[in-house]
Nanobody, 121 residues
Framework: QVHLVVSGGGLVQAGGSLRLSCAASGSSFSINAMGWYRQAPEKQRELVAVIRGSDSTNYADSVKGRFTISRDNAKNTVYLQMNSLKPEDTAVYYC???????????????WGQGTQVTVSS
């Protein structure tokens, strides 16, 4: 099993910033990608940002230029720096990782607990 532990989140005023962190732990695994999804009330979960082993990144159009995903490979940790936050960014944010454990034939997705981000207007 690969465990993902999320920290960060909270309440911030519009225009403010927050940083989310997600640390992966477990025994003998390799990470293909890590990223963030979010789900607002009564909406589907959507991809926010992802970073892959090649350091390539993808962002949702709605967050481009405001959010930055980065990672620390030594710590198996991914970060999401969120700037210029808007009320529409309010959602539960979930960390995920596509990883393969030693001995597994295929990688799979793992999910961390959600963290609430609330942006007040």
């Amino acid at each position: 099993q690969v465990h993902l532990v999320v920290s960060g989140g909270g309440l911030v005023q519009a225009g403010g910033s927050l940083r989310l962190s997600c640390a992966a732990s477990g025994s003998s695994f390799s990470i293909n990608a890590m990223g963030w999804y979010r789900q607002a009330p009564e909406k589907q979960r959507e991809l926010v940002a992802v970073i892959r082993g090649s350091d390539s990144t993808n962002y949702a159009d709605s967050v481009k230029g405001r959010f930055t995903i980065s990672r620390d490979n030594a710590k198996n940790t991914v970060y999401l720096q969120m700037n210029s936050l808007k009320p529409e960014d309010t959602a539960v944010y979930y960390c995920y990782s596509n990883a393969r454990r030693l001995g597994d034939l295929y990688p799979r997705d793992y999910w961390g607990q959600g963290t609430q981000v609330t942006v007040s207007s």
